[in-house]
């Protein structure tokens, strides 16, 4: 297919076509422009909705088989099976482009610390209920990384093709 003939992809006010590594007929995975770790990506619906709730029903069952199959790829090349899987549903929850997307992050053992809001979740603040539990249940380790880190700088457009070629290639062998 020539370039000029190939649909331009955004994602929110961005165009991002030659870093998008998987499509389907609904969706697309995202190489990300300032990951918080190796292997984050992002699955986002073709249609700009905001929210979760906006997504119709072919495209809550795409996403998330979407979701199944990134992580399937990313497991193998980084050799893990853990991930954060996660959703910024509106502004007020940290979200910062208003274009629907699951954010999912690969998690191994040297990258198991964190910081943030997402710690307190996984924490004693975020159990509701917690002083319940039964006193042995196990401690939680890999906290979510916090997601606005000033430090991380925005990658170039060259550095994200070269990732979305590389899982490309990775997709095909799962496919
Ligand atoms: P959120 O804060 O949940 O809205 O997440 C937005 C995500 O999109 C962050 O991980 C950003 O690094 C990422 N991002 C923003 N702009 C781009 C872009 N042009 N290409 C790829 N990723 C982007």
């Known amino acids: 297919m020539s370039m000029a003939s190939k649909a331009l992809i955004h994602f929110g006010p961005y165009e991002v ?14 190489v990300n422009i ?29 996403v998330f088989m ?18 954060n899987i996660a959703i910024q ?9 208003p274009h629907f997307h699951c954010h999912i992050i690969p998690r191994s053992k040297p990258n198991t610390e964190g910081d943030g809001f997402y710690n307190r979740l996984q924490g004693e603040e975020g159990n509701i209920g917690g002083a ?9 380790v890999g906290k979510f990384p916090q997601l606005d880190d000033e430090d991380r ?7 994200m093709k ?7 290639e990775q997709m095909a062998m799962i496919d």
Request: charged residues 25%; proline residues 8%.
């Open 17 to 30: 076509t030659n870093e998008v590594f998987y499509k389907t007929s609904l969706c697309y995975a995202l």
């Open 34 to 62: 300032k990951p918080i770790l190796p292997g984050h990506v992002l699955v986002i619906p073709f249609r700009q909705v905001q929210y979760l709730s906006e997504l119709n029903p072919d495209e809550v069952t795409d």
């Open 66 to 83: 979407t979701v199944q199959k990134v992580q399937q790829m990313l497991s193998k090349t980084y050799s893990t099976s853990d991930a």
């Open 89 to 97: 549903n509106g502004v007020e929850s940290g979200q910062t482009v």
């Open 132 to 140: 319940l539990w039964d006193q042995s249940r196990p401690k939680p």
């Open 153 to 159: 700088h925005p990658r170039t457009k060259e550095e």
């Open 162 to 168: 070269k990732e979305a070629d590389f899982f490309r």
